[in-house]
């Protein structure tokens, strides 16, 4: 049986979602999971607080901060382990010597490790394992060797997601949902001022809002004007609910809420500005019947096909975002079928599948060995850094 250990950045204090896990978490868990029935020993680390040794059923090794050197510690700690997976972390891979090295990928930017350390940390890196083509062909074009990734994509939790209760499409037809954090990276300002527009048109639209609502970074996006701020820079939720009646604020919730909510509600908005790794939200909302509508880009198009299983559109604006709505509600097409058609494409997405393919990758690489000489190379360009930031810890 091999020993797996899977690292997932989730600072804070997670204490109050370990019954239902929410972020960082999620990912990493179901895969956890799948791999156990395939002769598979796992555990997760995590920065993370906790007073909790174990997750659902999985071993948690909360270390409580993210430097370096306790990563070092947690790591030489937990014993002999067979195969080392890091979420987007090619840093924390130096460590690691006589057991599979793998890097999960769930950033859309250059992987972290690599502005302080350099790409010397590709070469310890064994496989990168990419959720999308997209997200494969981005780091390739930031430099990371080709033959070394995988492309597998994440799968689907379907006892949560599933188009079980459904509402009837009269009832579900102008309820639009918004998922993730309301920040300008995701384009929560562009989901709102479409809808906004939509609301003229039809007076009973509304809009269900679930995420985080951190400080809107006013030096880098101004915000427009239907966005409101209060005097710290965030979102002044009670003055948007009460300026426009439509919009609901329901903040972080869990995944079987926002499942109910999906079920009833005819269209998911994902106007982000950045290019998703996966486009997770939009597959969760295909599961439910729920219609996503976002631009074409990033990985958004490997799950949409426009007209087929949701809509994409471009440039990323308002005005464009709710001339596709409107196209979608007033051409004429069948949504119902388009439906069925996106409940149909979800079920491709399981993460039994996802575990095989992390099964069979594991099997194809070795243990790296402290004889590689390609490794001491890279190691040893990278000595001199890690002893400097070590120092400083």
């Known amino acids: 049986m091999k020993k797996v250990l899977i690292f997932a950045n989730m600072p804070g204090d997670i204490s ?19 791999l ?57 891979l130096q460590f690691g010597l006589g057991f ?10 250059v992987l972290f490790g690599v502005p302080e350390f350099g790409r010397p940390l590709y070469f310890v890196t064994q496989k990168l394992v990419c959720p999308s083509q997209s997200s494969a062909q981005h780091q390739c074009k930031w430099g990371f060797p080709g033959n070394k990734i995988e492309v597998i994509p994440n799968g689907l939790d379907h006892s949560i997601f ?17 998922i ?8 929560f300002d562009i989901a709102l001022d479409a809808f906004l527009k939509i609301q003229k048109k039809y007076p009973s639209a509304t809009l269900k809002v679930f995420g985080d609502s951190p400080p809107w970074p006013v030096e880098r996006y101004a915000p427009p004007m239907n966005l409101v701020l209060n005097q710290e820079g965030n979102i002044d939720w009670e003055r948007i609910q009460d300026q426009y009646p439509g919009v609901f604020y329901r ?21 982000s500005r950045h290019e998703e790794t996966f486009a997770l939200a939009p597959l969760e909302a295909q599961a439910c019947g729920c219609i996503p509508i976002a631009p074409c880009h990033g990985a958004y198009p490997e799950r949409i096909e426009s ?12 005005e464009i975002l709710a001339n596709t709505i ?26 039994g599948e996802t575990a095989n393919s992390f099964a069979n990758l594991i099997d194809s690489i070795p243990p790296l060995r402290r004889s590689s000489a390609q490794l001491f190379r890279a190691v040893s360009g990278l000595k001199k850094v890690t002893s400097q930031i070590l120092a400083k810890q």
Not at 37 to 52: Q, Y
Not at 251 to 271: D, M, N
Not at 307 to 318: A, I
Not at 326 to 344: F, M, P, V
Request: proline share 6%.
């Open 326 to 351: 409107c196209a979608a509600l007033e051409s004429g097409i069948s949504l119902e079928q388009i439906r069925a058609t996106c409940i149909a494409k979800s079920q491709n997405f399981t993460w």
């Open 307 to 318: 007209g087929v299983t949701g809509f994409t559109y471009l440039p990323n604006s308002p």
């Open 162 to 178: 599933h188009s079980r209760q459904m509402a009837p499409e009269e009832d579900r037809l102008l309820r639009f949902v918004f």
């Open 36 to 92: 156990q029935p395939l002769g598979f020993e796992v555990a997760i680390a995590t920065n993370c607080i906790s007073h909790k040794n174990e997750i659902l059923g999985v071993p948690l090794l909360a270390v409580g901060d993210d430097k370096l050197c306790t990563w070092r510690k947690c790591l030489e700690g937990a014993g002999k382990i067979d195969v080392l997976i890091t979420l987007s972390r090619l840093d924390l």
């Open 16 to 34: 109050w979602q370990l019954e239902t896990p929410l972020g960082g978490l999620r990912a990493p868990l179901c895969l956890a999971h799948a």
């Open 251 to 271: 903040g972080l919730c869990y995944p079987h809420e926002i499942s109910s909510e999906l079920r009833q509600s005819g269209f998911l908005l994902c106007p």
């Open 100 to 109: 599979r090295q793998i890097c999960w990928n769930h950033n859309p930017s």
């Open 180 to 187: 993730g954090s309301c920040s300008p990276w995701k384009g």
